[in-house]
């Protein structure tokens, strides 16, 4: 199992109260698709989750699964831009 670490981290926005989390790893991203993600379920979701999985286990590059877990994030209105 790899990290799989961004070359840039991604500013998301968390919880009830809109912390600010910097994620830095594809393994951080699934973290937050798997267990705190507003949205779940959606196309953007899916698919966030598939890329991150398989960056995690070295199938794709981090920085595939970052720009497609951006699209989901932004999709899910959680992305600071």
Same mark, same amino acid.
């Not at 196309?43 to 497609?68: K, N």
């Given at each position: ?5 961004? *070359?840039?981290?991604?500013?998301? *926005? ?5 912390? &600010?989390?910097? /994620? /830095? ?8 698709? &798997? ?6 379920? *959606? ?24 720009? &497609? ?8 209105? &959680?992305?600071?831009?």
């Amino acid at each position: 199992m790899y990290d799989a670490w961004f *070359s840039r981290p991604v500013p998301v *926005s968390t919880g009830l109260s809109g912390d &600010i989390r910097n /994620l /830095l790893s594809a393994d951080q991203a699934l973290d937050l698709l &798997i267990h705190h993600w507003r949205d779940p379920g *959606s196309q953007a979701h899916r698919s966030a989750l598939r890329a991150c999985r398989q960056a995690v286990s070295g199938g794709v590059s981090a920085d595939v699964a970052r720009e &497609i877990f951006v699209e989901a994030a932004r999709a899910a209105r &959680i992305l600071i831009e």
